[in-house]
Each structure stands twice: as structure tokens, then as C-alpha cells.
């Protein structure tokens, strides 16, 4: 019997032992997945926890519903990967040897990286993260209590899950405020560590004038430092006063990977970035927000990425050479606010960019641009992910990135 | 990609003035891309640069700012005042490296 064991059942780690179970023989391989949690959290519900427009019922379910019938789930926390001896060793002693190991751990948020965040008394008073299903939840308290004074938007340092999430984030606080009859009263401001709004020129040029539009003060290149009580400090000791904070902790891998020395300074795990195999080990793949691609950590990479890995991963395991290569493909509904938003769609080599994005059926939807439709379609992805996405049916997506309907910025009149 | 003559020579940049052939950069270069952003290059400044040369030379990709300070041993306090208002950029601009991508 051949073993193929994967470490964490979050969107990456799900998707892989559902596809996979269906592709490897019965009587060939076993497959187990291991994961701290009973629960399987939507993340990308948490940005509308604190506004109140999802309940906290409706972002999980048991982690057991989605894992397909023939694939073991173990539920624990993982000590070390002794990659020598392929063996993994959980905290309660339990030892899973493997064949072959997919990490898919993820990244999570580490307030207690920056000195004074989470140690300095304000931690959940009047600092927050929405990056967790237990921060979600405060910050909604914390807002709807929030009624005059600084609201600070701010990322620690990339990457992050979902770098669009945290100017959502301040496009719904904007739409909050205003149907409160709040928004004179406060001071909206992004600071980020990046030069702009966002990394690329064509979404950052668009988003800055959507952040202009609704008069949201951005502070670029602020990489912080410390908190001083209710004050960020940078390196270069600009200081920005806030009532309060919605922050994203610096994202890290999880500790086990340093512990196993198969992570890089942030505990993301270095590999090939077009078939995700580690650079250190032939049998030891990263998969999802784990892994060091220079792409988005979102679900739609994780998505695309198991596309293209479940086909080389039948290769590899036959001593083929892997002829799939990812091309960073990421596709994300950036909401906006009052019941619109936009989509983005992109990959290693070419930046978000204006146009259409044709899907067959329900398509085309506008790309960089604030439509209704592009709102829809971010709230029926719920259903999309529970259905669809983590059993590993077909999306009507290509998982490569398609040229079609997008303008070329050269080309642009 | 366009060339441009630094020190005397010709090298290969992109739009943004980041030199993209490796081994067309050497120290002398070093010195003329830093002092067209301003800055004097001392021995701090070229403990960070080789770090960044050295870096690249093995991983294929211009370190971030966090990895100067984690695997380089340099204090992020120390690259800020060495290179200021935007340590990342300007690291990769004198050692002749790709910009850093920060990661979309």
C-alpha cells in the first residue's frame, strides 16, 4: 500500500485528498489527512463578520462533510516532519509515516511579531484583526460601538492572504459609516507597507481613485515597527494616531515547518513554482498559502494551483516527468461597498487589467470595474465553495489564465 | 529591454532604471547607481548589498527586507537609516537586482 498523507484539510488541503481519491486506486494507496481543527472555516466570509452581514453559523461547517468517503481525517497537531525518515510526528506522539507529503497548512496571523501589538494592553480593546474567525467576531462588536474618530486600515508586511481583503475592508467601512450618518465624524486611513494601494499600475491607478473617492487617506511605504499604546510607529518613526485599529498581523507559516527546517524566514516552504514540489525533497509537495509563490495566497491560487497538481502528481507518483506547469493564476471579487464590486483576474506575468471576463452561462463580468453583478457573483461563491470547490467537481473556470476579453495596456485607447 | 551607459558602459535595464543581466554588474557600478539616488556607499551599505548579491545568487529572487534582517543578521531599524524612505528598492537598485516584487 502506497501512502499519501496531507497535512491540513483547509481549501487546499480538502480539495487535494477529494480529487486525488478519485484518481488513485482503492486498493493502491491510502490517504489521510490531518487537521487541529474539527472545523472547516470559509475565510472568505470573515470580511463580512464584522459588518453583520453574515452570521458566525453561516462561515463554518464540521471538517468531516467535506472529506471524501475512503480518505482517512485524523484530527491533531502536528510536532514535526522528520523528512529524512518520511515519517510525520504529531504533538500526542502519534507517528504517520508516508510515501508521499502534501503540505497545506497555510499561513496564520501573527500579532505577536510586532512589539507592542498584541502585548501592549490594546490587543481586542482597540486593535483587531478580522484575518480570524475569533477577531471577525470582536471587531463586529468593537464597531458597532465605534461612532467618532480615527479608523486606521493597516497591513504589517506582505504577503498576506487575500491582499485585496483589507481595502475591502475599508470600501465597506466607508459604506458603514455613511448609512449611519457616521462617516463626518471619523477619519478613514490605509496604511500599508506598499508604494500604492496595490502592487500592480492598472488596479493600483484604479483603486487609488475609488480610495479617493470616498475620501480614504492612504499612508504608502509604512512599514511598522512597533505600537506605542494607540499609535503605530514605523521604521523611518512616522506615527499614526488611531481609535481604532483593524490590523493584519504579519501572515506566517505554521511553527512546525521551522521546527522541521522546511521552512524560509516567514515558515513558507520554498518550491518549484509551476509544480509546487519542494525544493528540498522529491516526495514532499506545498500546496495552497504554505508554499513561497510569488502569487496571491488566496483561494482561487490554491484552487488553480490543484488543478494543475493533480495531474502531475499521477505522473510523478509513476516515475513520469510532470509536463502540468502553474502559471500563478488568481481570480478575486474585490467588494466595494453599497452592493457592488470588482473582479480581478491575473497570474505571475501579467497584472490585473480592464475588460471582460467571459464565463459561459453566466458571463461575461467586468474586470476593475464596480458592478452589481460582480457582488453577485462574490455571494454565490459561498455556495460555490462549499458545493463545488472543496468536493473538487469541475469549475467552469480554465485553471490557466486566459487573455480573452481583457485590454492589453498598450492597446488601450 | 533598453541599454543605458553607467560608468562608462553598457548595461542592461529595465524601464525603471533595475539593471536585469546579473553579471553585468560589479563594484564600480555599484558606487554610480548609488550616488544617482544619493546615497555613499560605506562598509554597512556593502554588507547589505553582498548580503542581497549573494542571496539572489542562490535563491533566485531579491530578498525582502524581512529576510536582510532574519537571514542576513541587519536590523531593518539599521537598512531604513542606511537607505532611507525605501530600504527594499533601493537595496536591489545599487546591487544590480530585480526589483522586489511585493508579492500580489
Keep these: 500500500m502506497r501512502r499519501l498523507l496531507v497535512l491540513g484539510a483547509g481549501t487546499a488541503g480538502t480539495m487535494v485528498v477529494n480529487k486525488l481519491r478519485r ?59 522528520v523528512a529524512d525518515q518520511n515519517v510525520v510526528v504529531l504533538t500526542d506522539g502519534r507517528r504517520l509515516p508516508y510515501d508521499y507529503l502534501v503540505i497545506a497548512t497555510g499561513v496564520e496571523p501573527r500579532p505577536d ?23 471577525a467576531q470582536a471587531l463586529a462588536g468593537a464597531l458597532s460601538e465605534f461612532e467618532a474618530g480615527r479608523l486606521v486600515v493597516h497591513v504589517v508586511d506582505m504577503p498576506i492572504k487575500c491582499p485585496v481583503a483589507p481595502l475591502e475592508f475599508a470600501f465597506l ?42 475620501k480614504i487617506i492612504v499612508e504608502p511605504d509604512f512599514l511598522v515597527e512597533r505600537v506605542e499604546g494607540r499609535k503605530l510607529v514605523s521604521y523611518d518613526e512616522r506615527e499614526i494616531a488611531f481609535d481604532l485599529l483593524v490590523t493584519v498581523p504579519l501572515n506566517m507559516g505554521a511553527e512546525y515547518l521551522a521546527r522541521s527546517g522546511l521552512g524560509n524566514e516567514l515558515n513558507l516552504v520554498p518550491v518549484d513554482p509551476h509544480t509546487l514540489l519542494t525544493k528540498a525533497y522529491p516526495n514532499i509537495f506545498a500546496l495552497g498559502d504554505a508554499n513561497d509563490i510569488p502569487a496571491s495566497k488566496a483561494g482561487s491560487v490554491a484552487h488553480f494551483s490543484v488543478e494543475v497538481f493533480t495531474g502531475n502528481f499521477l505522473q510523478h507518483v509513476d516515475g513520469r516527468p510532470m509536463t502540468g506547469s502553474f502559471d500563478g493564476h488568481a481570480n478575486c471579487f474585490v467588494e466595494s461597498g453599497r452592493g457592488k464590486a470588482l473582479l480581478i483576474d491575473f497570474n505571475y506575468d501579467t497584472e490585473p487589467l480592464t475588460g471582460r471576463y467571459p464565463i459561459p452561462g453566466i458571463g461575461p463580468f467586468h474586470l476593475l470595474e464596480e458592478t452589481e453583478a460582480n457582488h453577485w457573483g462574490k455571494l454565490a461563491f459561498r455556495w460555490m465553495y462549499w458545493n463545488v ?7 467552469p473556470l480554465p485553471a490557466h489564465m486566459s487573455m480573452a476579453g481583457k485590454h492589453r495596456p498598450d492597446t488601450e485607447e | 529591454m533598453p541599454m543605458t551607459a553607467i560608468a562608462g558602459r553598457e548595461v542592461h535595464v ?23 539616488i544619493g546615497i555613499e556607499l560605506t562598509e554597512a551599505h556593502w554588507k547589505a548589498i553582498n548580503f542581497l548579491r549573494e542571496d539572489y545568487r542562490r535563491q533566485g529572487e531579491t530578498p525582502t527586507l524581512r529576510r536582510v534582517s532574519v537571514v542576513g543578521g541587519i536590523p531593518t531599524k539599521t537598512l531604513f537609516t542606511l537607505f532611507p524612505k525605501k530600504p527594499a528598492k533601493k537595496m536591489a537598485y545599487i546591487a544590480g537586482l530585480p526589483k522586489p516584487h511585493g508579492c500580489v
Design chain 1, 173 to 214: 467601512a466607508d459604506a458603514w459609516l455613511r448609512d449611519r450618518g457616521l462617516r463626518d465624524r471619523v477619519d478613514l486611513v490605509y496604511a500599508t507597507p506598499l508604494p500604492g494601494a496595490f502592487t500592480k499600475p492598472v488596479a493600483t491607478a484604479r483603486l487609488q481613485s475609488m480610495l479617493d473617492e470616498r
Design chain 2, 14 to 36: 529595465d524601464d525603471e532604471g533595475f539593471l536585469t543581466v546579473y553579471g553585468e554588474w560589479d563594484d564600480d557600478l555599484a558606487e554610480q547607481l548609488a550616488a544617482q
Design chain 1, 113 to 135: 511579531q510586532t512589539e507592542g501589538m498584541a502585548d501592549g494592553g490594546e490587543w481586542r480593546r482597540s486593535i483587531f484583526d478580522f484575518y480570524t474567525y475569533d477577531g
Design chain 1, 23 to 81: 484518481r488513485l486506486s482503492r486498493a493502491e494507496w491510502d490517504i489521510t489527512v490531518v487537521d487541529r481543527s474539527d472545523r472547516h472555516y470559509y475565510q472568505p466570509g470573515y470580511l463580512f463578520l464584522p459588518f453583520g452581514r453574515y452570521s458566525a453559523e453561516q462561515v463554518h461547517e464540521p471538517t468531516g462533510r467535506h472529506i471524501r468517503d475512503g480518505v482517512t481525517l485524523l484530527h491533531g497537531a502536528i510536532d514535526r516532519v
Design chain 1, 389 to 395: 470547490l472543496l468536493p473538487g467537481r469541475p469549475m
